[in-house]
Protein backbone atom coordinates (compact mmCIF):
# COMPACT_ATOMS: atom_id res chain seq x y z
CA UNK A 1 0.00 0.00 0.00
CA UNK A 2 2.75 2.39 -0.06
CA UNK A 3 4.35 2.23 -2.74
CA UNK A 4 2.07 4.34 -4.45
CA UNK A 5 2.17 8.39 -3.95
CA UNK A 6 -0.30 8.80 -0.97
CA UNK A 7 -3.32 10.48 -2.39
CA UNK A 8 -3.46 13.05 0.62
CA UNK A 9 -0.50 14.47 -1.59
CA UNK A 10 -1.75 14.68 -4.64
CA UNK A 11 -4.92 15.64 -4.43
CA UNK A 12 -6.32 18.25 -6.75
CA UNK A 13 -9.20 20.82 -6.39
CA UNK A 14 -13.07 19.06 -7.08
CA UNK A 15 -14.09 19.69 -10.76
CA UNK A 16 -16.93 22.03 -9.42
CA UNK A 17 -14.62 23.92 -7.10
CA UNK A 18 -17.12 23.76 -4.20
CA UNK A 19 -16.29 20.82 -1.24
CA UNK A 20 -19.02 21.83 0.67
CA UNK A 21 -22.17 23.60 1.06
CA UNK A 22 -21.73 26.10 3.80
CA UNK A 23 -25.87 26.93 3.11
CA UNK A 24 -26.90 23.77 3.88
CA UNK A 25 -24.39 22.84 7.25
CA UNK A 26 -25.35 26.58 8.39
CA UNK A 27 -29.24 25.61 8.08
CA UNK A 28 -28.72 22.39 10.09
CA UNK A 29 -26.66 23.90 12.41
CA UNK A 30 -30.24 25.62 12.97
CA UNK A 31 -28.29 29.47 11.93
CA UNK A 32 -25.91 28.76 14.55
CA UNK A 33 -22.78 30.37 13.54
CA UNK A 34 -20.67 28.70 16.66
CA UNK A 35 -22.37 25.56 17.10
CA UNK A 36 -21.63 24.84 12.93
CA UNK A 37 -18.25 26.04 13.85
CA UNK A 38 -18.53 23.03 16.56
CA UNK A 39 -19.74 20.44 14.07
CA UNK A 40 -16.34 21.37 11.84
CA UNK A 41 -14.46 21.08 14.79
CA UNK A 42 -15.48 17.64 15.33
CA UNK A 43 -15.76 16.14 12.11
CA UNK A 44 -11.96 17.66 11.32
CA UNK A 45 -11.32 15.06 14.69
CA UNK A 46 -13.22 12.48 13.80
CA UNK A 47 -12.24 11.51 10.44
CA UNK A 48 -8.92 11.45 11.03
CA UNK A 49 -9.84 8.77 13.37
CA UNK A 50 -12.39 7.08 10.70
CA UNK A 51 -9.33 7.16 7.99
CA UNK A 52 -6.89 5.67 10.77
CA UNK A 53 -9.34 2.89 10.90
CA UNK A 54 -10.61 2.37 7.61
CA UNK A 55 -6.33 1.96 6.58
CA UNK A 56 -6.49 -1.00 9.93
CA UNK A 57 -9.58 -2.39 8.27
CA UNK A 58 -8.26 -3.03 5.00
CA UNK A 59 -5.10 -4.13 6.14
CA UNK A 60 -7.09 -6.76 8.14
CA UNK A 61 -9.03 -7.54 5.11
CA UNK A 62 -11.65 -7.21 7.39
CA UNK A 63 -14.72 -6.25 4.67
CA UNK A 64 -17.29 -5.47 7.73
CA UNK A 65 -14.99 -3.05 8.98
CA UNK A 66 -14.45 -1.25 5.85
CA UNK A 67 -17.81 -0.65 5.06
CA UNK A 68 -19.40 0.35 8.83
CA UNK A 69 -16.83 3.16 8.88
CA UNK A 70 -18.10 4.47 5.35
CA UNK A 71 -20.76 4.49 6.32
CA UNK A 72 -20.27 6.87 9.49
CA UNK A 73 -18.13 8.89 7.92
CA UNK A 74 -20.23 9.91 4.61
CA UNK A 75 -23.07 10.01 6.95
CA UNK A 76 -21.26 12.61 9.45
CA UNK A 77 -19.95 14.40 6.17
CA UNK A 78 -22.92 14.95 4.68
CA UNK A 79 -24.56 17.13 7.02
CA UNK A 80 -21.78 19.58 6.01
CA UNK A 81 -23.18 18.39 2.15
CA UNK A 82 -19.56 17.87 1.22
CA UNK A 83 -20.96 15.92 -2.15
CA UNK A 84 -18.01 14.39 -3.09
CA UNK A 85 -17.04 12.92 0.03
CA UNK A 86 -20.58 11.05 0.45
CA UNK A 87 -20.03 9.82 -3.11
CA UNK A 88 -16.55 8.50 -2.27
CA UNK A 89 -17.21 7.07 1.10
CA UNK A 90 -20.48 5.28 -0.72
CA UNK A 91 -18.06 3.88 -3.54
CA UNK A 92 -15.95 2.57 -0.47
CA UNK A 93 -18.67 1.11 0.95
CA UNK A 94 -20.52 -0.32 -1.67
CA UNK A 95 -17.02 -2.08 -2.92
CA UNK A 96 -16.84 -3.43 0.20
CA UNK A 97 -20.30 -4.66 0.51
CA UNK A 98 -19.56 -6.60 -2.73
CA UNK A 99 -16.48 -7.61 -0.54
CA UNK A 100 -13.91 -6.11 -3.26
CA UNK A 101 -11.60 -5.14 -1.01
CA UNK A 102 -8.83 -4.40 -4.01
CA UNK A 103 -11.47 -1.92 -5.16
CA UNK A 104 -12.72 -1.09 -1.83
CA UNK A 105 -8.85 0.28 -0.69
CA UNK A 106 -8.80 2.40 -4.20
CA UNK A 107 -11.76 3.81 -3.38
CA UNK A 108 -10.35 4.76 0.24
CA UNK A 109 -7.46 6.52 -1.35
CA UNK A 110 -10.04 8.38 -3.46
CA UNK A 111 -11.68 9.25 0.24
CA UNK A 112 -9.00 10.69 1.16
CA UNK A 113 -8.13 12.85 -1.78
CA UNK A 114 -11.82 14.01 -1.00
CA UNK A 115 -11.24 14.55 2.85
CA UNK A 116 -7.93 16.71 2.18
CA UNK A 117 -9.88 18.93 -0.45
CA UNK A 118 -12.67 19.45 2.21
CA UNK A 119 -10.31 20.30 5.36
CA UNK A 120 -9.38 24.04 4.11
CA UNK A 121 -12.86 24.76 3.95
CA UNK A 122 -13.85 22.81 7.41
CA UNK A 123 -10.77 24.90 9.05
CA UNK A 124 -12.22 27.91 7.91
CA UNK A 125 -15.36 26.81 9.47
CA UNK A 126 -14.06 26.05 12.67
CA UNK A 127 -12.43 29.45 12.66
CA UNK A 128 -15.27 31.72 13.04
CA UNK A 129 -15.52 30.23 16.49
CA UNK A 130 -12.62 32.29 17.32
CA UNK A 131 -13.62 34.83 14.81
CA UNK A 132 -17.25 35.47 16.53
CA UNK A 133 -15.42 34.85 20.33
CA UNK B 1 -41.28 15.12 26.30
CA UNK B 2 -38.07 13.06 26.49
CA UNK B 3 -36.79 12.32 23.33
CA UNK B 4 -33.92 9.13 22.78
CA UNK B 5 -31.15 10.16 20.51
CA UNK B 6 -29.07 7.30 18.88
CA UNK B 7 -26.49 7.37 16.49
CA UNK B 8 -22.78 6.76 16.34
CA UNK B 9 -21.86 10.05 14.75
CA UNK B 10 -21.17 12.78 17.16
CA UNK B 11 -21.89 15.87 14.83
CA UNK B 12 -25.66 14.65 14.40
CA UNK B 13 -26.29 13.68 17.64
CA UNK B 14 -25.23 17.16 18.39
CA UNK B 15 -27.25 18.74 15.86
CA UNK B 16 -30.10 17.05 17.00
CA UNK B 17 -29.62 17.96 20.36
CA UNK B 18 -29.33 21.16 19.55
CA UNK B 19 -32.82 21.47 17.39
CA UNK B 20 -34.70 19.77 19.61
CA UNK B 21 -33.51 21.61 22.50
CA UNK B 22 -34.51 24.93 20.41
CA UNK B 23 -37.74 23.40 20.15
CA UNK B 24 -38.66 22.25 23.73
CA UNK B 25 -37.82 19.04 23.76
CA UNK B 26 -35.46 17.15 26.52
CA UNK B 27 -32.87 14.83 24.90
CA UNK B 28 -30.95 11.57 26.08
CA UNK B 29 -28.30 10.68 23.71
CA UNK B 30 -26.41 7.67 22.88
CA UNK B 31 -23.69 6.32 20.75
CA UNK B 32 -25.03 2.72 20.35
CA UNK B 33 -28.02 0.69 19.95
CA UNK B 34 -27.46 -2.05 22.88
CA UNK B 35 -27.55 1.82 25.34
CA UNK B 36 -30.57 2.68 23.29
CA UNK B 37 -32.17 -0.74 23.63
CA UNK B 38 -31.27 -0.08 27.32
CA UNK B 39 -32.38 3.12 27.85
CA UNK B 40 -35.50 1.98 25.73
CA UNK B 41 -36.87 -0.67 28.03
CA UNK B 42 -36.27 1.46 31.41
CA UNK B 43 -39.43 2.15 33.41
CA UNK B 44 -38.76 6.03 32.87
CA UNK B 45 -38.13 5.19 29.29
CA UNK B 46 -38.54 7.95 26.59
CA UNK B 47 -41.64 7.94 24.75
CA UNK B 48 -40.01 9.14 21.32
CA UNK B 49 -36.84 7.93 19.61
CA UNK B 50 -34.67 8.78 16.96
CA UNK B 51 -32.20 5.69 15.93
CA UNK B 52 -29.61 5.60 13.50
CA UNK B 53 -29.43 2.20 11.56
CA UNK B 54 -26.20 1.67 10.93
CA UNK B 55 -24.69 1.80 15.03
CA UNK B 56 -22.26 -0.60 17.31
CA UNK B 57 -23.47 -3.11 19.36
CA UNK B 58 -27.57 -3.52 17.94
CA UNK B 59 -28.86 -1.69 15.10
CA UNK B 60 -31.16 0.30 14.71
CA UNK B 61 -33.38 -2.41 13.04
CA UNK B 62 -32.57 -4.60 15.55
CA UNK B 63 -33.44 -2.30 18.30
CA UNK B 64 -36.94 -1.39 17.02
CA UNK B 65 -37.50 -5.37 16.55
CA UNK B 66 -36.84 -5.71 20.17
CA UNK B 67 -39.17 -2.67 21.52
CA UNK B 68 -42.68 -4.18 19.49
CA UNK B 69 -41.70 -7.26 22.29
CA UNK B 70 -42.25 -5.48 24.95
CA UNK B 71 -45.46 -5.86 26.36
CA UNK B 72 -47.06 -2.32 27.02
CA UNK B 73 -50.12 -0.18 26.40
CA UNK B 74 -47.82 2.72 25.57
CA UNK B 75 -45.00 2.10 22.88
CA UNK B 76 -42.52 4.46 21.92
CA UNK B 77 -42.60 6.01 18.86
CA UNK B 78 -39.48 5.37 16.77
CA UNK B 79 -38.00 7.46 14.00
CA UNK B 80 -35.24 5.53 11.73
CA UNK B 81 -32.57 8.36 10.56
CA UNK B 82 -30.26 7.08 8.24
CA UNK B 83 -28.23 7.49 5.05
CA UNK B 84 -29.73 4.05 3.41
CA UNK B 85 -32.07 5.87 1.10
CA UNK B 86 -33.42 2.49 -1.00
CA UNK B 87 -36.90 1.75 -1.45
CA UNK B 88 -36.20 -1.56 -0.01
CA UNK B 89 -34.30 0.18 2.78
CA UNK B 90 -37.75 2.47 3.93
CA UNK B 91 -40.16 -0.88 3.69
CA UNK B 92 -37.43 -2.81 5.83
CA UNK B 93 -37.26 -0.69 8.46
CA UNK B 94 -41.09 0.43 8.48
CA UNK B 95 -41.92 -3.01 8.07
CA UNK B 96 -39.14 -3.80 11.17
CA UNK B 97 -41.16 -2.11 13.45
CA UNK B 98 -40.04 1.53 12.58
CA UNK B 99 -43.16 4.04 13.10
CA UNK B 100 -41.15 6.35 10.93
CA UNK B 101 -37.86 6.70 8.17
CA UNK B 102 -36.20 9.84 7.33
CA UNK B 103 -32.62 9.94 5.64
CA UNK B 104 -30.05 11.95 5.99
CA UNK B 105 -29.13 15.00 5.77
CA UNK B 106 -32.36 15.84 7.53
CA UNK B 107 -34.31 19.04 6.91
CA UNK B 108 -34.67 20.88 10.00
CA UNK B 109 -38.46 21.85 8.95
CA UNK B 110 -39.47 17.92 7.95
CA UNK B 111 -37.96 16.87 11.25
CA UNK B 112 -39.76 19.24 13.45
CA UNK B 113 -42.78 18.56 11.49
CA UNK B 114 -42.50 14.37 11.93
CA UNK B 115 -41.54 15.24 15.84
CA UNK B 116 -45.18 17.14 15.78
CA UNK B 117 -46.98 13.89 14.02
CA UNK B 118 -45.16 11.03 16.40
CA UNK B 119 -46.64 13.56 19.49
CA UNK B 120 -49.93 13.83 18.25
CA UNK B 121 -49.98 9.72 17.66
CA UNK B 122 -48.51 9.16 21.32
CA UNK B 123 -51.29 11.58 22.97
CA UNK B 124 -53.66 9.97 20.99
CA UNK B 125 -52.12 6.11 22.47
CA UNK B 126 -52.32 7.65 26.35
CA UNK B 127 -55.75 8.95 25.95
CA UNK B 128 -56.76 5.42 24.48
CA UNK B 129 -55.36 3.77 27.20
CA UNK B 130 -56.51 5.68 29.79
CA UNK B 131 -59.86 5.14 28.27
CA UNK B 132 -59.74 1.39 28.12
CA UNK B 133 -58.57 1.90 31.68
CA UNK B 134 -61.44 3.84 32.66
CA UNK B 135 -63.81 0.54 30.72
CA UNK B 136 -62.03 -1.68 32.18
CA UNK B 137 -62.72 -0.59 36.29
CA UNK B 138 -66.13 -0.24 34.64
CA UNK B 139 -66.34 -3.67 33.73
CA UNK B 140 -64.77 -4.78 37.21
CA UNK B 141 -68.06 -3.55 38.89
CA UNK B 142 -70.21 -4.56 36.42
CA UNK B 143 -68.39 -7.97 37.36
CA UNK B 144 -68.90 -7.49 41.35
CA UNK B 145 -72.52 -6.97 41.17
CA UNK B 146 -73.11 -9.99 38.53
CA UNK B 147 -71.08 -12.58 40.67
CA UNK B 148 -72.35 -14.79 43.46
CA UNK B 149 -72.93 -11.98 46.48
CA UNK B 150 -73.57 -14.09 49.82
CA UNK B 151 -76.22 -12.05 51.53
CA UNK B 152 -77.96 -12.89 55.28
CA UNK B 153 -82.01 -14.52 54.79
CA UNK B 154 -83.24 -13.19 57.72
CA UNK B 155 -81.59 -9.54 57.63
CA UNK B 156 -80.55 -9.28 53.92
CA UNK B 157 -77.13 -7.93 54.82
CA UNK B 158 -74.17 -8.65 52.24
CA UNK B 159 -71.14 -9.60 53.09
CA UNK B 160 -68.53 -7.59 51.36
CA UNK B 161 -64.52 -8.70 50.49
CA UNK B 162 -63.30 -8.15 53.70
CA UNK B 163 -66.01 -10.38 55.40
CA UNK B 164 -67.80 -7.56 56.65
CA UNK B 165 -72.05 -7.74 56.60
CA UNK B 166 -73.21 -4.25 54.67
CA UNK B 167 -76.32 -2.85 54.13
CA UNK B 168 -77.83 -3.86 50.97
CA UNK B 169 -77.87 -0.28 49.77
CA UNK B 170 -74.80 0.47 51.06
CA UNK B 171 -72.95 -2.22 48.97
CA UNK B 172 -74.36 -1.28 45.89
CA UNK B 173 -73.92 2.21 46.35
CA UNK B 174 -69.95 1.36 47.12
CA UNK B 175 -69.79 -0.95 43.93
CA UNK B 176 -71.88 1.05 41.49
CA UNK B 177 -73.12 3.95 40.02
CA UNK B 178 -76.29 3.21 41.80
CA UNK B 179 -77.70 5.94 44.50
CA UNK B 180 -80.90 5.47 46.26
CA UNK B 181 -84.06 8.06 47.14
CA UNK B 182 -85.87 6.86 49.46
CA UNK B 183 -89.80 6.01 49.91
CA UNK B 184 -92.00 3.76 51.02
CA UNK B 185 -94.21 1.67 48.38
CA UNK B 186 -97.64 0.73 48.27
CA UNK B 187 -97.88 -2.32 50.56
CA UNK B 188 -95.32 -1.34 52.80
CA UNK B 189 -97.54 1.91 53.37
CA UNK B 190 -100.76 -0.68 54.17
CA UNK B 191 -98.55 -3.44 56.29
CA UNK B 192 -96.36 -0.79 58.64
CA UNK B 193 -96.55 2.75 58.56
CA UNK B 194 -100.84 2.91 57.70
CA UNK B 195 -100.91 0.97 61.11
CA UNK B 196 -98.29 2.84 62.79
CA UNK B 197 -100.47 5.99 61.89
CA UNK B 198 -103.58 4.49 62.89
CA UNK B 199 -102.11 3.58 66.32
CA UNK B 200 -100.43 7.30 66.80
CA UNK B 201 -104.50 8.45 65.94
CA UNK B 202 -103.29 10.55 63.06
CA UNK B 203 -105.11 9.84 59.47
CA UNK B 204 -102.62 8.50 56.66
CA UNK B 205 -103.00 10.29 53.02
CA UNK B 206 -105.10 7.01 52.04
CA UNK B 207 -107.48 7.25 55.04
CA UNK B 208 -108.99 10.85 54.39
Known amino acids: MHDRPDPLLTAAPAPDGRVLDVGAALARAGGDVRLLAELANMFLEDSAGWLADLAGALQRGDVAGVRFTAHLLRGSAANFGAQEVCRAGRAVEERARAGDLRGAAAACGELKACLLRLRPALLALAGTEEGNA | MKVLIADDDRVIRRILEAA ?155 HSEARFSHGVCPRCWEEHVGPELRRLGAAGPDNG
Open chain 2, 20 to 174: LSEWGYATVAVADGRAAWEALRAPDAPRFAILDWLMPGLDGLEVCRRVRELPTRLPPYLLLLTVRDSRPDIVAGLQGGADDYMTKPFDHNELQARLQTGLRILRLQEELAAELRRSQQALELVKQLQGLLPICGYCKRIRDDHDAWQQLEDYISA
